[in-house]
């Protein structure tokens, strides 16, 4: 995804919880944030309606789901996702929430990425609505996982990481990251709509009208075959290969009608490939989402009707 333009500086998170004097950040700082990654990790594990690594929302469990797609550290964007959501307003809503990491205000060296501070947000936010909250796997989540290399711009995002991180923490980055790790693990790779034939993922694996695919990964324990670059998880998550028949073939796959999918940039704010898919973005100027109904099947135009601007 395109890195969101933002002026090189410390955002409000951040500099919240820094100390003056060595610009890391405190014991109680870090003991919390740790704290959180752990209670988003039980969430993720014990959310209501998972299945293998899907979490199935039935017109039981809620009246609508919110989906949003690729943040990449925009906290502007962010901070509008969290006030349309309006979880604690809406009891019975749902919110779909994709790739924050990478991008988005650089720390105070100029040298580091401070999107790990949405991604603690993130986790929060599953801790506080462990029920309606779901952090979907995407791809620069992955390569935190997998320490897969991600090259953008002459900038080795994964380096611009792990150096906001290195910058926040200090000695205690480590400990940090251990916490994030088995959080971004126990995400869900897909959340579907029982009742409407929706399937949301990142994005879809390529050539599936050709040579298959291995859609056993929705359903088991994952393991580290899996998410390497030849595995069908990282071909979940990377792939765009947006032709028709893919994307018909895919969703006979995985039994929906409607592909919700984030990952490809979208200068309008989502694009519509073919009669299959809609693909989101929430990382630009131009930020959309998408509303459904648990209940209420509509066609894939009806959909795109209901695609709305973020701000």
């Known amino acids: 995804m395109n890195e969101p333009?933002?002026?090189?500086?410390?955002?409000?998170?951040?500099?919240?919880?820094?100390?003056?004097?060595?610009?890391?950040?405190s014991i109680q700082y870090i003991e919390r944030t740790i704290a959180a990654y752990d209670d988003a990790t039980e969430a993720n594990q014990q959310t209501p309606g998972r299945v293998g690594n899907v979490v199935e929302i039935t017109a039981e469990m809620a009246d609508?789901?919110?989906?949003?797609?690729?943040?990449?550290?925009?906290?502007?964007?962010?901070?509008?996702?969290?006030?349309k959501a309006a979880l604690a307003a809406n009891p019975r809503r749902h919110l779909v929430l994709q790739e924050v990491c990478h991008g988005g205000p650089l720390s105070p060296s100029g040298n580091g990425c401070l999107s790990y501070t949405m991604l603690e947000d993130v986790a929060r936010l599953k801790a506080e609505f462990p029920d309606r909250v779901h952090f979907i796997l995407s791809n620069h989540e992955l390569a935190e996982l997998t320490d897969y290399p991600i090259l953008k711009a002459k900038k080795m995002l994964n380096v611009m990481f792990r150096m906001g991180l290195q910058e926040m923490y200090g000695p205690a980055a480590d400990k940090v990251r251990e916490a994030y790790l088995p959080f971004l693990r126990s995400c869900p790779l897909a959340v579907r709509l029982v009742d409407v034939g929706v399937l949301v993922c990142h994005s879809l694996p390529e050539r599936v009208d050709v040579g298959g695919f291995d859609t056993t990964i929705f359903d088991r324990a994952l393991n580290a075959a899996d998410l390497n670059?030849?595995?069908?998880?990282?071909?979940?998550?990377?792939?765009?290969?947006?032709?028709?028949?893919?994307?018909?073939?895919f969703a006979e796959m995985v039994d929906a009608r409607l592909l919700i999918h984030g990952h490809d940039p979208c200068?309008?704010?989502?694009?519509?490939?073919?009669?299959?898919?809609?693909?989101?973005?929430?990382?630009g100027a131009k930020p959309h989402f998408l509303t459904l109904s648990t209940s209420e099947e509509i066609t894939h135009a009806e959909a795109v009707e209901r695609i709305t601007p973020l701000r």
Request: glycine share 6%.
């Open 5 to 25: 333009s933002s002026p090189p500086k410390l955002d409000d998170t951040a500099q919240s919880c820094y100390r003056a004097r060595d610009m890391t950040a």
């Open 267 to 283: 200068p309008d704010g989502f694009k519509v490939p073919n009669e299959y898919q809609i693909i989101l973005d929430c990382c």
């Open 229 to 249: 670059n030849q595995g069908s998880v990282f071909a979940l998550v990377w792939g765009r290969d947006y032709r028709a028949a893919n994307a018909r073939a």
């Open 64 to 83: 609508e789901v919110m989906i949003t797609a690729d943040v990449h550290g925009h906290r502007m964007n962010f901070n509008a996702i969290r006030t």
